[in-house]
């Protein structure tokens, strides 16, 4: 520094403290220069602290740390609560799928906001929260139990998780993704490989144990007979048939009110003929033969091949349209009651038949259907007919070989059936009711003089085409099987409140901050 420079310092130091006014000002300017550097220094360190907080919370570790809910004794983390959650909520999607948005359901929004149509005082975040922790907890408290009794997993679920996590593995090769990654894209942060590996574990040995104590509860057919008569209505269903004779063609030059008294003029014509005859099996079965005459001519051969065509067997009073719903459930209605009712663009004669339980068997068998012609859904001629009857007969002959097993009928099927549907299945329909198959193979199947037993094998001519037929088993009558599973349900319930009382739910605030909840 130079002589002048320094006796100029000096001079305004030596001003400076000869001046109170000017020293208080400096003063000043010290303490606003440190606190700036003070605020940097603070500000510089709030920017890490929220940098690491993000890193933290990215990294997954406060999930994988704090405790979202507990189960008992037992601290469920963020991580878990987030695999419950997301699961609900995902399923929940999948099966409303496009009607979600009629239930209020949109999964762009915030769930917080949208009440769920469950219970409007309750959001779809909460109802899902609710979901998770009481699958959690059952999960949790029949997984602890199995392993407490020396349960396993058998080694079909061993081999079903550890495909599970192959796949998951393979589709997120495909989405340019570690396993990790994606699984955290499904399940929130923090869910490890290994987690999730646990979590299907105690999910398949808690349903291997569920399972073991619904088999445990039995009943015999007093028990069944007392639970229905409980409440029958909850059990019987009204069967009925019903023509609709069409009262309007776009394609007509008649007025479309002359085309609609036809209609009705048809409707009541039919109600008349049938009402003439009092034994009421015998109405039933001229009403069978008087469809074809009033339906219009592209549709008499549905009617005239399947006896069973109208028939509508065991509905529920919800599964009534308007229109009938009034005539069917009168408690007054006999078998063989007839009406006519207006159906907009015609009228249907609608006649009752029977309300009660369902008394049929399940049934399970293999099929091969031929088809006259796939590209035709009707109207198929004989040399069609007779070309589907011969592959038909030809495979029949070879399921009368000696040597001749299941496997090769599904093998059969697999080659020539044109059910689209159960092919690849071996043509397998299980616990299947009268309603869900051609007329003829439901009379092969239940109107036989005697019971069928697995094995017996039978080629028959249906409305559509030819099925070759497999019996498997009788499964059950239906209404004892439905009363069977109610009480099992109800049992099970009653179990599980007991088993579970020590395994109290208890949420954590603090948690539950950092859950996708």
């Given at each position: 520094?130079?002589?002048?420079?320094?006796?100029r310092r000096r001079r305004?130091?030596?001003?400076?403290?000869?001046?109170?006014?000017?020293?208080?000002?400096?003063?000043?300017?010290?303490?606003?220069?440190?606190?700036?550097?003070?605020?940097?220094?603070?500000?510089?360190?709030?920017?890490?602290?929220?940098?690491?907080?993000?890193?933290?919370?990215?990294?997954?570790?406060?999930?994988?740390?704090?405790?979202?809910?507990?189960?008992?004794?037992?601290?469920?983390?963020?991580?878990?609560?987030?695999?419950?959650?997301?699961?609900?909520?995902?399923?929940?999607?999948?099966?409303?799928?496009?009607?979600?948005?009629?239930?209020?359901?949109?999964?762009?929004?915030?769930?917080?906001?949208?009440?769920?149509?469950?219970?409007?005082?309750?959001?779809?975040?909460?109802?899902?929260?609710?979901?998770?922790?009481?699958?959690?907890?059952?999960?949790?408290?029949?997984?602890?139990?199995?392993?407490?009794?020396?349960?396993?997993?058998?080694?079909?679920?061993?081999?079903?998780?550890?495909?599970?996590?192959?796949?998951?593995?393979?589709?997120?090769?495909?989405?340019?993704?570690?396993?990790?990654?994606?699984?955290?894209?499904?399940?929130?942060?923090?869910?490890?490989?290994?987690?999730?590996?646990?979590?299907?574990?105690?999910?398949?040995?808690?349903?291997?144990?569920?399972?073991?104590?619904?088999?445990?509860?039995?009943?015999?057919?007093?028990?069944?007979?007392?639970?229905?008569?409980?409440?029958?209505s909850s059990f019987d269903?009204?069967?009925?048939?019903?023509?609709?004779?069409?009262?309007?063609?776009?394609?007509?030059?008649?007025?479309?009110?002359?085309?609609?008294?036809?209609?009705?003029?048809?409707?009541?014509?039919?109600?008349?003929?049938?009402?003439?005859?009092?034994?009421?099996?015998?109405?039933?079965?001229?009403?069978?033969?008087?469809?074809?005459?009033?339906?219009?001519?592209?549709?008499?051969?549905?009617?005239?091949?399947?006896?069973?065509?109208?028939?509508?067997?065991?509905?529920?009073?919800?599964?009534?349209?308007?229109?009938?719903?009034?005539?069917?459930?009168?408690?007054?209605?006999?078998?063989?009651?007839?009406?006519?009712?207006?159906?907009?663009?015609?009228?249907?004669?609608?006649?009752?038949?029977?309300?009660?339980?369902?008394?049929?068997?399940?049934?399970?068998?293999?099929?091969?259907?031929?088809?006259?012609?796939?590209?035709?859904?009707?109207?198929?001629?004989?040399?069609?007919?007779?070309?589907?009857?011969?592959?038909?007969?030809?495979?029949?002959?070879?399921?009368?070989?000696?040597?001749?097993?299941?496997?090769?009928?599904?093998?059969?099927?697999?080659?020539?059936?044109?059910?689209?549907?159960?092919?690849?299945?071996?043509?397998?329909?299980?616990?299947?009711?009268?309603?869900?198959?051609?007329?003829?193979?439901?009379?092969?199947?239940?109107?036989?003089?005697t019971e069928h037993t697995?094995?017996?094998?039978?080629?028959?001519?249906?409305?559509?085409?030819?099925?070759?037929?497999?019996?498997?088993?009788?499964?059950?009558?239906?209404?004892?099987?439905?009363?069977?599973?109610?009480?099992?349900?109800?049992?099970?319930?009653?179990?599980?409140?007991?088993?579970?009382?020590?395994?109290?739910?208890?949420?954590?605030?603090?948690?539950?901050?950092?859950?996708?909840?």
């Amino acid at each position: 520094m130079s002589a002048s420079r320094e006796k100029r310092r000096r001079r305004e130091q030596s001003a400076s403290e000869s001046n109170p006014k000017q020293k208080e000002l400096e003063k000043r300017r010290q303490r606003k220069a440190k606190a700036g550097s003070l605020a940097l220094e603070i500000g510089a360190i709030a920017i890490v602290v929220v940098f690491v907080v993000l890193l933290i919370f990215n990294s997954g570790i406060l999930q994988r740390s704090l405790t979202a809910v507990s189960i008992g004794d037992y601290k469920a983390k963020v991580t878990e609560l987030n695999y419950y959650y997301n699961n609900a909520f995902r399923n929940t999607v999948m099966n409303m799928g496009d009607y979600a948005a009629q239930y209020g359901l949109d999964a762009t929004k915030d769930l917080h906001k949208q009440p769920s149509f469950l219970d409007e005082t309750q959001s779809w975040a909460d109802y899902f929260y609710d979901q998770a922790v009481k699958t959690m907890q059952q999960e949790y408290v029949q997984a602890t139990l199995a392993r407490q009794s020396g349960m396993e997993l058998t080694e079909d679920n061993k081999t079903a998780i550890d495909t599970n996590i192959k796949s998951l593995e393979q589709y997120a090769v495909t989405q340019q993704m570690t396993a990790t990654q994606y699984l955290r894209t499904l399940f929130g942060k923090g869910l490890t490989i290994d987690a999730y590996r646990k979590l299907l574990e105690r999910n398949y040995l808690s349903t291997q144990y569920g399972e073991q104590v619904v088999d445990s509860f039995t009943y015999d057919i007093d028990d069944l007979e007392a639970y229905y008569q409980e409440d029958p209505s909850s059990f019987d269903k009204y069967t009925y048939r019903s023509l609709f004779i069409s009262g309007f063609d776009p394609d007509s030059e008649v007025d479309k009110e002359v085309q609609f008294q036809e209609s009705l003029d048809k409707a009541e014509e039919m109600v008349s003929r049938l009402e003439k005859i009092d034994d009421p099996a015998e109405r039933e079965a001229l009403y069978i033969d008087l469809c074809s005459e009033y339906v219009k001519d592209e549709f008499k051969s549905k009617y005239e091949n399947d006896p069973d065509f109208t028939l509508n067997r065991f509905k529920s009073e919800s599964d009534l349209e308007t229109y009938l719903s009034e005539f069917i459930t009168d408690p007054e209605r006999t078998y063989g009651d007839v009406s006519c009712f207006d159906g907009t663009t015609g009228y249907y004669v609608v006649m009752f038949v029977d309300y009660g339980r369902n008394e049929y068997q399940y049934t399970t068998y293999h099929q091969i259907y031929f088809s006259p012609n796939t590209e035709k859904t009707a109207d198929w001629t004989q040399e069609e007919w007779d070309k589907a009857e011969e592959t038909a007969r030809t495979l029949y002959d070879m399921t009368q070989l000696e040597d001749f097993t299941l496997d090769d009928f599904i093998g059969y099927a697999a080659t020539y059936s044109n059910d689209t549907s159960t092919k690849d299945n071996g043509g397998l329909y299980q616990y299947v009711t009268p309603g869900s198959m051609d007329y003829y193979v439901y009379e092969w199947l239940y109107e036989s003089e005697t019971e069928h037993t697995e094995g017996d094998i039978e080629l028959i001519k249906g409305t559509d085409g030819y099925y070759l037929l497999y019996f498997d088993s009788y499964d059950g009558v239906v209404w004892e099987k439905t009363a069977e599973s109610a009480l099992k349900q109800r049992d099970y319930q009653a179990w599980f409140e007991e088993v579970s009382s020590d395994y109290e739910i208890k949420p954590n605030k603090m948690g539950l901050l950092f859950a996708d909840y």
